[in-house]
Every structure is written in structure tokens, then in C-alpha cells.
């Protein structure tokens, strides 16, 4: 049920938005409709609808780990070249086996939205940011596309931005 979905996030204080049943792309100006209230969010929402989660709404970094391009490896790599954990945080698992990791952006953050060869942190490593003007957007748990669900893997608080990734990315801004 989406709607339980999206207010749960907005709890969490994660702003969401819908996006349209089974896709993954905004129909609208998504960014003037994210919502933070649950209450209103079980108003407004339409059941089925998939939901978006505004980066700089929320204050958050997201990394798109992707199957493609192996962006669990290469992230696993990056940290132990830097002698750093895996990072533990909010992570939501993506139909197609890749992962969501959500991190609390940093006090002004200002960082954008990378995607493929451009991404600092590599291939199969997108980055969702807050960004200057728009910000980017993930796939909030609880969407199905293609008939497979976004699902929790791992529910815990959002950890802060780790700074050897906030200063790769600061150093692409």
C-alpha cells in the first residue's frame, strides 16, 4: 500500500511525492508537490501511485548503486582505498538488485545529481544531491515498476554524509 508507504517516509521527515503507478519518472513540477506531513500525505495520496523522494526537500545525498556498472563493488572499493567502513544508513534494495543509500546531506550542501561516466564516484555509483537550484530525486521504498517493488533493506536512521565522499563530490561541484 503506497499510501502507508509515502507517510511513513514523511515521517522519517523525507519529503515525498507521487509519481504515476508502476513508473519512475515525475508526469509534473515535482518539486513544488513534495510533501513532509503524513497526515497530509494519506490525504492527498492516490493508492498505487509510486512515490519520489526530493533530495533537497529532504536534506538528503542519495547513491544509486547500480547492477550495471557493479556500483556495490566499486563504492566497496573506494572505501577500502580510503581505509573507511561500508557505510551503514537508510538503504532501500531496487528491483533490479542495486541499492539505495540514503545520507543526511551536510549544512548547505550544495552538491548535485551524477549520473553514469560523470559520476565522481564512478561508474554504477549515481548521486542524487540536494544540488544549487533543483536537486535530484530517488525512488522511494514501497514503488513497484516492471512489477517488482523498492523494498527496505536496510531500515535504520539516515547516517550523515561520510566527508571522504562528501569531499569527492564537493571537489565535482
Keep these: 500500500m503506497s499510501t502507508e508507504a509515502a507517510a511513513d517516509l514523511a515521517a522519517r521527515g523525507l519529503a515525498v511525492f507521487p509519481l504515476p503507478p508502476g513508473g519512475r519518472r515525475p508526469t509534473g513540477p515535482w518539486r513544488t508537490q513534495c510533501l513532509t506531513d503524513p497526515a497530509r500525505v494519506r490525504e492527498l495520496w492516490r493508492d498505487g501511485d509510486n512515490i519520489g523522494v526530493g533530495c533537497r526537500a529532504s536534506h538528503v545525498v542519495g547513491l544509486d548503486l547500480d547492477v550495471e556498472g557493479d556500483g556495490q563493488a566499486v563504492l566497496a572499493a573506494l572505501a577500502a582505498r580510503r581505509g573507511q567502513p561500508w557505510p551503514e544508513t537508510l538503504t532501500v534494495n531496487t528491483p533490479s538488485g542495486g541499492r539505495h543509500l540514503y545520507f543526511a546531506a551536510p549544512e548547505g550542501c550544495t552538491i548535485g545529481s551524477f549520473s553514469g561516466r560523470r559520476s565522481p564516484l564512478g561508474p554504477g555509483v549515481d548521486v ?29 536512521a539516515m547516517a550523515p554524509l561520510p566527508q571522504w565522499i562528501a569531499d569527492r563530490l564537493q571537489a565535482q561541484h
Aim: hydrophobic share 30%; no cysteine; glycine share 32%.
Design 128 to 156: 542524487r544531491g540536494p544540488g544549487l537550484r533543483t536537486g535530484g530525486f530517488l525512488v522511494g521504498p514501497g514503488s513497484v515498476v516492471g512489477g517488482k517493488p523498492y523494498v527496505m533493506g536496510r531500515d535504520v
